[in-house]
């Protein structure tokens, strides 16, 4: 097998890996599926769920820093193992603790189940962000040309996650009744769960880039067609254009953008020849310590709109169930909301649906505005004047040489940054844009349902929620990397993502006890569920939501305003 052969083998390889962990990393966002369970055979309330599933969803959230870290020193390979860990235990021990559940239970001995369902699920929300940082960056080292598409596809297939799994639950793990209903089997479900993901995650682990690995499996330095080598974690931006004729100028290319230590201490370069539209020089990325970037006002602002728009949208996709129900009131006997919470319903309209249009909208937003945004809004890169190489960002062993003392935020003279393309519009467009289509989509359900429960839209809501929610996590690297380099952007990404745990906290406690207060008798179940007699189990009708719906809508509009201040603030440098 020749040399190209061989590399491209592994790159077919590698992005099996990368899809194989995408499609089963997404199980914590169907707990809405599983979570009525909980209910039936523990007696949770509002609350205690709401506890549950954050402990997975904002519960990784605290660690994506260090995760980031890991990624940094032991490589893709390493996360992906730890994260195949957490997602089998945490998974398995959920569905044990479901299976052992007693007829009717003890008032202490649920406490204690729902002390430690917290804990196994977020073990689950730890293994995701290891896996989603595994699959990412192993992206963008497998296809540094393309880190807008790399990443984009790579979180496409995550956000296809839950489709996958929900329609797996539906055809593979449901029984018929004889009065016609479909019952899922949350133990059984939640058992495949635990193998599968375990074990793609581990077999996946042995196609990702390790430490060690220093040569991207993308290119060869032996190549005949000339194409140069490129190192692994690099970025090389597509920067072919023809020049103008006055420019007169032809600069070569080194591709040489790290995303981690383990790639910044190479020395290894290339230099590829290439015509530049338009070398407009912008401010250059400001390279720091941790403490650098936190002083920065421009960077809390950024987390303030983050928090708001992705803490708004992961309150709807942690309460699906709840909101769905709530609008399927009208007409159901209130002391069978909560046992039809469990079934598949009518085609079109159960929980299940909800999450797999979510899941789709949200992916399909993932694959349109990655590579749109790489075209619109390219990420600036540094040229050096005279000696006719160009770099697409820098890593700390490059910086120190191309920084003036004294000011690690200025190159050294000689070396200037430029977009490689045409730029049309600010990455923080996109920002703005699904910050304003999250306020519409709250803003439109509110109106929708302000005097009767309308079930249809429910799925305004998802579709809504599912483009906003994969456009945010599309843009912010791109963002990072424009402002503040790509030498630390696992560190730079993974403090970002406090900004999460943060606003979805806040939304969804808010939602909890809100509907609690709201549920007329107090949120206490039957202790069968489908019995005619015991308190309802479920808040019923728009009044469970609507002033969390409205307390959000005022958070968005004022996320669309500082997003705003922050296009003008970065124009012309992202």
Not at 174 to 196: D, K, P, Y
Not at 397 to 403: I, L, Q, T, V
Not at 475 to 485: D, N, Q, V
């Amino acid at each position: 097998m020749s040399t190209s052969n061989g590399l491209s083998s592994t790159v077919v390889l590698r992005c099996l890996g990368i899809a194989a962990n995408a499609v089963c990393a997404g199980g914590l966002f169907i707990f809405p599926l599983f979570s009525p369970a909980l209910v039936q055979h523990h007696h949770f309330t509002q609350p205690q769920l709401t506890t549950i599933v954050l402990s997975g969803m904002v519960g990784q959230y605290p660690f994506a820093a260090f995760v980031g870290k890991v990624l940094d020193a032991r490589g893709a390979r390493t996360c992906s193992l730890i994260a195949g860990f957490m997602f089998s235990l945490g998974f398995g021990l959920f569905a044990y603790e479901i299976a052992d559940a007693p007829e009717v239970p003890n008032g202490d001995e649920t406490v204690h189940v729902f002390r430690r369902m917290v804990v196994y699920f977020g073990l689950v929300g730890l293994g995701t962000v290891f896996s989603y940082f595994s699959i990412v960056f192993s992206a963008t080292q497998t296809f540094p040309r393309y880190i807008g598409i790399a990443s984009g596809t790579s979180m496409a297939l995550f956000g296809c996650s839950p489709l996958l799994l929900t329609s797996i639950a539906d055809h593979f793990f449901t029984t018929q009744t004889a009065a016609g209903e479909t019952i899922l089997n949350v133990t059984r479900f939640l058992t495949c769960l635990s193998l599968v993901t375990g074990l793609s995650h581990i077999l996946g682990a042995v196609t990702l880039p390790g430490r060690s690995s220093t040569a991207s499996p993308t290119t060869s330095p032996t190549r005949e067609d000339n194409r140069p080598s490129e190192l692994a974690i690099q970025e090389r931006p597509s920067i072919h254009q023809p020049s103008p004729s006055t420019s007169g100028e032809t600069t070569p290319l080194l591709g040489r953008r790290s995303l981690s230590p383990s790639s910044m201490s190479s020395k290894k370069s290339v230099a590829v020849e290439v015509d530049v539209v338009e070398a407009r020089e912008v401010t250059p990325p400001q390279h720091g310590s941790t403490l650098d970037l936190i002083c920065d006002p421009w960077f809390p602002t950024l987390l303030a709109v983050v928090a708001i728009l992705v803490g708004c949208c992961e309150m709807v996709i942690a309460n699906l169930s709840p909101i769905f129900l709530s609008l399927r009131s009208s007409g159901v006997p209130s002391s069978m909301l909560f046992a039809q919470g469990v079934r598949t319903l009518t085609a079109g309209s159960s929980i299940s649906t909800q999450i797999q249009l979510l899941s789709v909208t949200n992916t399909l937003a993932r694959l349109t505005i990655g590579p749109l945004a790489d075209f619109m809004a390219p990420v600036p890169v540094s040229f050096s004047r005279g000696s006719g190489t160009v770099a697409a960002g820098s890593v700390p062993a490059d910086a120190a040489a191309n920084e003036a003392p004294g000011d690690p935020t200025k190159p050294k003279a000689g070396v200037y940054y430029a977009f490689p393309r045409a730029h049309y519009i600010s990455r923080i467009a996109f920002l703005l844009g699904a910050t304003l289509l999250c306020l519409t989509t709250f803003a439109l359900f509110l109106m929708i349902n302000s005097s009767t429960s309308k079930e249809g839209s429910m799925s305004l809501l998802s579709v809504g929620v599912g483009i906003s929610y994969g456009t945010t996590f599309t843009i912010l690297p791109g963002i990072l990397t424009a402002i503040y380099g790509s030498a630390n952007l696992g560190r730079n990404f993974g403090i970002l993502s406090y900004a999460p745990f943060v606003g979805t906290s806040v939304f969804s406690y808010l939602f909890a006890f809100l509907l609690e207060r709201n549920s007329s008798p107090p949120f206490a179940p039957a202790p069968i569920a489908d019995s005619t007699e015991g308190p309802v189990a479920m808040c019923t009708g728009p009044q469970c939501w609507q002033t969390t719906f409205s307390v959000s809508v005022g958070a968005l509009a004022l996320a669309c305003c500082v997003s705003g201040v922050l296009w003008r603030r970065w124009q012309g440098r992202v």
